[in-house]
């Protein structure tokens, strides 16, 4: 399996973003979707997950600015991102596993896409 990850720049602080995660095959609606983000120095943190029943799961630094969805027939997944905060600049990766929130285990992972948010 293949995600590659999209969607990523540079936006001012209070700015919105679409992140996309393309599958090479259809396996989105089987298997636990995750977005994560890195800052150097730091680990990767997740920021969403989508169960294939369709629940989700934020941190609280995120809750109600991030949302996750899917389009089965794209094989894509997206992570709508509004009201940016500097402190959310980092590499984005999307993923696919199990489990949800803090507990998800990934199999596979995107590359990767560069969130920055300045003025």
């Known amino acids: 399996v293949q995600l590659q990850a999209s969607g990523g720049g540079l936006v001012q602080p209070g700015g919105s973003l679409r992140l996309s995660c393309a599958a090479s095959?259809?396996?989105?609606?089987?298997?636990?979707v995750g977005w994560h983000r890195q800052t150097p120095g730091k680990q990767r943190e997740f920021v969403a997950t989508l169960s294939t029943g369709g629940s989700t799961n934020y941190p609280n630094s995120v809750k109600g600015r991030f949302s996750i969805f899917r389009d089965n027939a794209k094989n894509t997944v997206y992570l709508e991102m509004n009201n940016l905060k500097p402190e959310d600049t980092a590499i984005y990766y999307c993923?696919?596993?199990?489990?949800?929130?803090?507990?998800?285990?990934?199999?596979?992972w995107g590359q990767g896409t560069l969130v920055t948010v300045s003025s």
């Open positions: 095959e259809n396996i989105f609606k089987y298997n636990t």
């Open positions: 993923s696919i596993g199990s489990g949800r929130g803090y507990f998800h285990q990934a199999r596979y």
